[in-house]
């Protein structure tokens, strides 16, 4: 395997960078392009509702899977592509762009956040 080599897209003036080479070792290649979707929607949502620039607007979800549909119409997904990935979010309890953060993203700064607060509140 060659360099680990990075896709980047930019939307909005935000890059959204996922790593090919992982997503070939961790999928087949029928459902590759869904692990694409999930890493894109992930880091972009994570972007939005949690920026690491602090003069960035933070996003503030509407229980909706509202930026979620505009990142992936942005990859290029179309609206079936794009149904077929929010049913795989709510199915591991992502019901909505912060909840696909909370519960779907293994790893996700507006997570890290949260537990840090509470932490915090506990001390
Ligand atoms: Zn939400």
Redesign the pocket.
């Given at each position: 395997m060659t360099d680990r080599a990075q896709y980047t897209a930019i939307t909005r003036g935000i890059a959204v960078s996922v790593e090919p080479t992982y997503l070939e070792a961790n999928s087949s290649p029928g459902n590759s392009q869904y692990v694409w979707a999930y890493q894109v929607t992930i880091e972009r949502l994570d972007d939005q509702l949690c920026p690491t620039e602090p003069s960035s607007q933070r996003v503030i979800?509407k229980?909706s899977y509202e930026l979620t549909t505009v990142t992936l119409a942005e990859a290029g997904f179309d609206d079936e592509e794009i149904s077929d990935v929010i049913r795989v979010m709510s199915r591991n309890g992502g019901h909505?762009?912060?909840?696909i953060l909370y519960n779907v993203a293994e790893e996700s700064r507006l997570k890290s956040r949260y537990w840090n607060s509470r932490v915090a509140k506990s001390e």
């Open positions: 979800c229980h909505c762009d912060c909840e």
